[in-house]
């Protein structure tokens, strides 16, 4: 398939999911055609990078850009710690985890999650680079499908934290 990199599915119980992740010019292509909350964090994400690999954390201040109805649909991740499983939700908009923002990744209910969800935010740490994927699963008794941007944002050459944005398409 064309733009994929990879694609995982998991179940565990009656839980379970399918995650493809695309190159990042699928991002491009797709979100900007549906002018997504994706797409609109991407442009300031790459505004504010200046021909960096990724913004410095500080020259990238979101609040003011985000309308009111974006905000429920953007998180944001402090990478900083070596252990992904530490790595802690700032700030998180969705329905489906009310309960993890200010824990750390390891804490989520669903240990599918927990593993797919550290693992991604490790990738884009690391490369410094966004990070664009399709999610479909049930999980914590709540099934969605949606689109999910990372984009990483650092001090110097490392990343110490990760902006995301999602695409709802469907959710019980």
């Known amino acids: 398939m064309l733009g994929v990199i990879d694609r995982i599915e998991e179940q565990d119980g009656l839980e379970w999911q399918e995650r493809i992740t695309y190159e990042f010019e699928q991002l491009l292509l797709r979100e900007k055609a ?13 505004e504010a990078r200046g021909g960096e690999l990724f913004p410095n954390e500080n020259s990238f201040v979101v609040g ?3 309308p009111e109805e974006l905000s429920r649909r953007i998180g944001l991740a402090d990478v900083t710690p070596d252990d992904p499983g530490k790595y802690q939700m700032l700030i998180h908009g969705g ?5 993890i923002q ?17 693992s991604e935010y490790w990738r884009c740490k690391f490369s410094g680079a966004p990070f664009y994927s399709e999610i479909d699963q049930n999980l914590n008794c709540s099934t ?8 990483p944002v650092g001090e110097g050459s ?14 019980d």
């Open 34 to 46: 549906a002018q997504s909350d994706i797409y609109h964090l991407f442009q300031l994400w790459n």
């Open 64 to 66: 003011n850009q985000i």
């Open 95 to 99: 329905r489906t985890f009310a309960g």
């Open 102 to 118: 200010g824990r750390p990744i390891e804490e989520f209910p669903s240990r599918l999650n927990v593993e797919l969800v550290a």
């Open 144 to 151: 969605r499908h949606y689109f999910r941007g990372l984009f």
């Open 158 to 171: 490392k990343v110490t934290k990760i902006f995301l944005a999602y695409r709802l398409i469907s959710q």
